[in-house]
């Protein structure tokens, strides 16, 4: 029995780094073409990821003469500030305006990296309103 359990310790834990490699393929190829089926399927993964775990991901509300409130002000699109709208208002995020927010970051070169797609859905699911 406890070698059954070391056993499938070890399988997992070789799964899971074998998955690293295709996270970073996921990315590189919803960089060359975000409305292949394989970066939808992968951006719509990270989008419920995310909302499984906002609880964990929403950080502190900006300051409205901080230097972060300024830069949201003036970066973004349409969507991004769309989605945020969303979520203030119900605080429930739109799960298809979230996906769309994450493909057009994708699609301007917003999000390159994996660190750049985790700022980009913490930002997301932030509710920015000023205090």
């Given at each position: ?52 775990f ?22 973004g ?47 997301l ?7």
């Open positions: 029995m406890k070698k059954t359990l070391i056993l499938a310790l070890v399988a997992l834990m070789w799964g899971t780094q074998a998955q690293a490699v295709p996270v970073i393929q996921e990315l590189q190829s919803c960089n060359k073409d975000v409305n292949a089926l394989e970066c939808q399927s992968y951006l719509d993964g990270i989008v419920d990821g995310a909302l499984i906002k609880g964990k991901s929403v950080g502190k509300r900006l300051e409205p003469t901080g230097y972060e409130a300024r830069a949201l002000k003036y970066r699109g349409n969507r991004f500030k769309e989605a945020n709208r969303v979520y203030c208002a119900d605080r429930i995020p739109d799960r298809s305006v979230l996906v769309a927010a994450v493909s057009e970051a994708v699609t301007t070169g917003v999000v390159t990296t994996q660190d750049a797609l985790t700022e980009v859905m913490v930002n699911l932030d509710c920015q309103r000023v205090k």
